[in-house]
């Protein structure tokens, strides 16, 4: 009698171990909701999505990697991480990097690499996105993450750092009713029926008067476009990079495919930033520009697991330029010559903005990536922000 109680006893005793180890499940016919929080701010703030919500695998949590990305999460939270996406038709590699280490998930082979050594860790895709174990990497990073079941808001999953204020235990107080008003209308979307839109009784069409027509409204401000020539031992993107995050503005670096290696500590901190990469080459004669091309390719792949489609032509012709489009690039030209004319001046930025006020359509500006850029782009960016010139991110799709 008292074997039988003891065994009964060492079985629960287990069977709680077991619990506290592994993340609980939901109720039969419930689905398993997971709450995910950066420090204080909440992932997804205007409501639970499944396409960024946590998954469970194998007993281990894996959240989207952007979570760590302080330029792709929408929490606002700085974790001093920055990640890059590599894919194509036959390779998938996800590179995570901070001033601790780095991580390198091949999704193809289910693999990866903590500082060149392999680990016990991997990245799944899951609708298109790439998630990574949440308690892995910041065990890797020096962050905290800890798993907190609740009764009726299903489980909240917390990333943070040390800048976190709030304990587990006072965040989840503090956001109670915030929790469970976004559960429940997760819940609900879930289980919406679709209604049928009725089909509209025809009737008589009545005659109108033509419209009056409509005078357009002038339009406000003047898109801008920014680009810095990074070219030799003068670059100096510490100020400009600097200027670019505290206003909050993206902008295209041009780097030449045989400076990248010598410039790589700059290239890896301005894909690190979320700026455009691009490279600038001679367009003299197509076969050799596209061999620069793709040498340039090999190298970002190389340095930032990255690759690009955007080319400033020096000296094309229409030979080159109709070549390098087939071959699936972009064209970068600038309309507006910003820098210094030595290079080392200061920048004329009330000149700048003289020449800004002529302009009528989107003007696509060019700076050196010098020290002259560097101390005088954040005044510049300023006045152009008072002056309503609106600066837009290069983005490939918007390039001839």
């Known amino acids: 009698m008292r074997k039988n109680l003891l065994r009964r006893m060492t079985l629960c005793a287990l069977v709680l171990a077991i619990l506290l180890v592994l993340p609980w499940g939901s109720a039969a016919g419930e689905p398993e909701v997971y709450?995910?929080?950066?420090?204080?701010?909440?992932?997804?703030?205007?409501?639970?999505?499944?396409?960024?919500?946590?998954?469970?695998?194998?007993?281990?949590?894996?959240?989207?990697?952007?979570?760590?990305?302080?330029?792709?999460?929408?929490?606002?939270?700085?974790?001093?991480?920055s990640c890059l996406e590599?894919?194509?038709?036959?390779?998938?590699?996800?590179?995570?990097?901070?001033?601790?280490?780095?991580?390198?998930?091949?999704?193809?082979?289910?693999?990866?690499?903590?500082n060149d050594e392999y680990v016990e860790m991997r990245a799944i895709v899951r609708n298109g996105k790439t998630f990574v174990p949440a308690n892995g990497v910041c065990q890797f990073f020096g962050l905290q993450y800890s798993y907190r079941p609740t009764e009726t808001a299903g489980t909240l999953i917390r990333i943070k750092n040390s800048y976190a204020t709030l304990s587990d235990?006072?965040?989840?107080?503090?956001?109670?009713?915030?929790?469970?008003?976004?559960?429940?209308?997760?819940i609900q979307s879930l289980n919406a029926v679709p209604t049928a839109t009725p089909t509209p009784t025809p009737s008589a069409t009545p005659i109108l008067p033509?419209?009056?027509?409509?005078?357009?409204?002038?339009?406000?401000?003047?898109?801008?476009?920014?680009?810095?020539?990074?070219?030799?031992?003068?670059?100096?993107?510490?100020?400009?990079?600097?200027?670019?995050?505290?206003?909050?503005?993206?902008?295209l670096f041009l780097f030449r495919p045989e400076e990248l290696a010598e410039l790589d500590e700059q290239v890896r901190r301005v894909v690190g930033a979320g700026h455009a990469v691009g490279l600038l080459v001679d367009g003299s004669d197509a076969e050799t520009t596209l061999a620069a091309l793709e040498e340039g390719n090999a190298l970002l792949a190389d340095l930032v697991w990255s690759r690009s489609h955007i080319v400033c032509l020096e000296n094309g012709n229409e030979t080159t330029r109709r070549a390098v489009e087939e071959a699936g690039w972009h064209l970068w030209s600038a309309n507006l010559d910003a820098s210094p004319y030595d290079g080392t001046s200061a920048m004329n930025v009330s000149g700048i903005l003289s020449r800004?006020?002529?302009?009528?359509?989107?003007?696509?500006?060019?700076?050196?990536?010098?020290?002259?850029?560097?101390?005088?782009?954040?005044?510049?960016?300023?006045?152009?922000?008072?002056?309503?010139?609106?600066?837009?991110?290069?983005?490939e799709t918007e390039l001839g």
Not at 56 to 74: E, L, Q, R, S
Not at 171 to 185: F, G, I, M
Request: overall charge negative; hydrophobic content about 35%; proline content about 3%.
């Open 210 to 251: 033509d419209p009056t027509p409509e005078v357009p409204e002038e339009t406000s401000g003047l898109w801008v476009y920014l680009a810095v020539r990074c070219e030799g031992e003068d670059t100096r993107l510490d100020g400009a990079l600097t200027a670019l995050k505290r206003r909050g503005e993206q902008a």
């Open 35 to 81: 709450q995910l929080a950066v420090n204080e701010s909440f992932l997804d703030k205007d409501g639970l999505t499944t396409a960024n919500m946590p998954v469970a695998v194998g007993g281990t949590i894996y959240v989207p990697y952007t979570v760590f990305d302080k330029n792709k999460n929408n929490t606002g939270v700085d974790l001093g991480i």
């Open 169 to 186: 235990e006072r965040l989840l107080n503090s956001s109670e009713s915030y929790r469970q008003d976004r559960y429940d209308r997760y």
């Open 356 to 395: 800004l006020e002529k302009r009528r359509s989107t003007v696509r500006m060019e700076l050196t990536g010098s020290a002259a850029t560097s101390a005088s782009l954040e005044r510049l960016l300023l006045q152009m922000e008072q002056n309503d010139y609106r600066l837009r991110p290069v983005l």
């Open 86 to 114: 590599y894919k194509d038709a036959e390779s998938h590699a996800l590179t995570m990097f901070s001033l601790k280490g780095t991580l390198i998930f091949d999704i193809n082979a289910q693999t990866c690499l903590a």
